[in-house]
């Protein structure tokens, strides 16, 4: 798996979220996949859990949406139509692995953790929804694998917990600053608490992003993501419950190219002219003669200038050289050097 890979060069690891996009066909899971792989994804995540594990079939007011982006669902229902069939998900993996891209997925309670052990996952997503589910985590984290968790609507303590929780295992983490709204808007992103819980937390971070297009994401890598996670289709026209706030693979292959394109430009910590810039050291400043010269006369403010270009000596030995004598007659625009000059 290429994700603490990544994580050591500096580079971010970018998940293409299939969830729901599949809209129920096996054949379509996998051109998501092959999609994702064409957009540039280094990771395919999926989903596992039924209606059944994930809730129960009832119909009273709890388990009833009212609002957002599946008002007048039912939980039992939505789950029904959303999730990804599990005897599909051997051969999704298999073709993940086939073409080259990690595969991912997302355990809602421990059946589903065991039955990804079986598949041979060789890491863990954890939802926003679930960063309370303390005994899920706990369960998870105790597989010894790489855990990548959600942190949407999560308080400080209830990250804090969930943290603690994976690190009786083991250290290898990544914590996903999330808006758990469908979509989300980037005014409410609040990315500096990405930024945030790296320093506190002492583990990689990046950013699980519900918003349309690429913005949130891009600037997340601008600002030191690690990881980022987006929902991908392969056409929003094919309606399911993700289909609205999914990307398409060209919007997808575009925010992985300006991702690339930002790691680029963040580079390392340098100091000095970059290759680019050197030939442009000439047209810093320096010290050059204003007025011609005779041997023997003294160097005054009056005869020499701190300008460019900067063949001659550094401004900073301007006030060194002020009243030493000329060794040589000087003309009008040559650079002063220390060998022109004598006490």
């Known amino acids: 798996m290429k994700l603490f890979e990544y994580l050591h060069h500096h580079k971010t690891y ?26 540039g994804a280094d990771c395919i995540k999926i989903q596992t ?33 959303a999730y990804t069939p599990w005897e599909w998900q051997p051969g999704l993996k298999a073709e993940a692995d086939r073409i080259g891209i990690d595969f ?56 804090k917990e969930a943290a603690a929780t994976i690190r009786k295992y083991h250290d290898q983490f990544v914590l996903l600053k999330c808006s758990s709204a469908y979509p989300s808007v980037s005014e409410q992103m609040n990315l500096a608490t990405m930024v945030d819980m790296k320093e506190r937390f002492k583990c990689p971070s990046g950013l699980s992003d519900h918003s349309m297009g690429s913005l949130g994401a891009v600037a997340a890598v601008a600002m030191g ?15 399911n419950p993700d289909s609205s706030f999914s990307m398409e693979p060209q919007e997808f292959a575009d925010m992985v190219r300006d991702i690339r394109a930002v790691e680029r430009a963040k580079g390392n910590v340098f100091y000095g002219a970059a ?3 050197k030939d442009n050291l000439n047209f810093r400043k320096s010290i050059f003669v204003s007025t011609d010269i005779k041997k023997g006369e003294r160097i005054t403010e009056d005869n020499i200038r701190v300008i460019r270009p900067a063949y001659g000596l550094s401004p900073k030995f301007f006030d060194d050289v002020i009243g030493k004598r000329a060794a040589r007659d ?13 006490d």
């Open 14 to 39: 970018v998940i293409a979220e299939m969830s729901a996009n599949h809209a129920g066909s096996f054949e379509r899971a996998k051109e998501i996949i092959y999609a994702a792989k064409e957009a």
């Open 49 to 81: 859990y039924t209606a059944d594990t994930i809730t129960m079939d009832c119909d009273n007011e709890y388990f009833h949406i009212d609002s957002g982006t599946w008002a007048g669902e039912n939980l039992y229902h939505l789950y029904e139509k």
């Open 104 to 159: 991912l997925s997302t355990p809602f309670d421990k059946t589903a953790v065991d039955f990804l052990e079986e598949i041979g996952v060789e890491a863990y997503k954890i939802a926003s929804f679930e960063l309370v589910d303390i005994p899920l985590i706990d369960y998870t984290a105790s597989k010894r694998k790489p855990v990548i968790l959600s942190t949407g609507m999560g308080s400080f303590d209830e990250i």
């Open 225 to 239: 993501a690690d990881v980022i996670e987006k929902h991908f289709c392969l056409s929003r026209d094919i309606k």
């Open 275 to 277: 290759e680019q810039e």
């Open 330 to 342: 000087i003309q009008r625009g040559m650079p002063l050097i220390f060998d022109f000059l004598m």
